[in-house]
């Protein structure tokens, strides 16, 4: 995702016309992966917008991650996944945002026991998001996420 792709997703979260988006948290947005290869995989973006979650104040870093691991438990609770890896690294986009990826134990061994980005670039790529194969899905984990948010 270029930086421009990144910024815009959050400019068009903030307007509400960013189709990925499944809900807002106290510190950013939840979207849907534009890769559902893994089904229920999904990107917690930052907003404000920082670099990384070194450039957040400890009350900051800490409610990210608990809002990254909220969005882990709905996806626990509303796929037949039995694990969830995370994953931040902004390297290639230099924004901060969390991968939120359900695992399955109907993956191949030798790619379950791997990172989930131990797929072919082809795999990942088979699978994209389809908003009325997803709807439900989206529709179940804001339930999910804004109940746990109490």
Known sequence: MPESNFLTRIETARSGTNP???CRVP???VALADMQYLRGY???LADPVVE???ALDPQARARFMLDMSIVGDAIL????SFRINYGMFSNADPF???HIVPRYRDEPDEI????PWS???EHMASDPIDFERDRELMIDLKEVIESLLG
């Not at 609770?77 to 037949?80: A, F, G, P, Y």
């Open 96 to 98: 901060l945002h969390a």
């Open 119 to 121: 797929y072919s670039k």
């Open 52 to 54: 990384s979650i070194n």
């Open 42 to 44: 999904c990107i917690l």
């Open 20 to 22: 990925t988006i499944i």
């Open 27 to 29: 510190s950013g947005w």
């Open 112 to 115: 379950r026991r791997h990172l």
């Open 77 to 80: 609770r509303v796929t037949d």
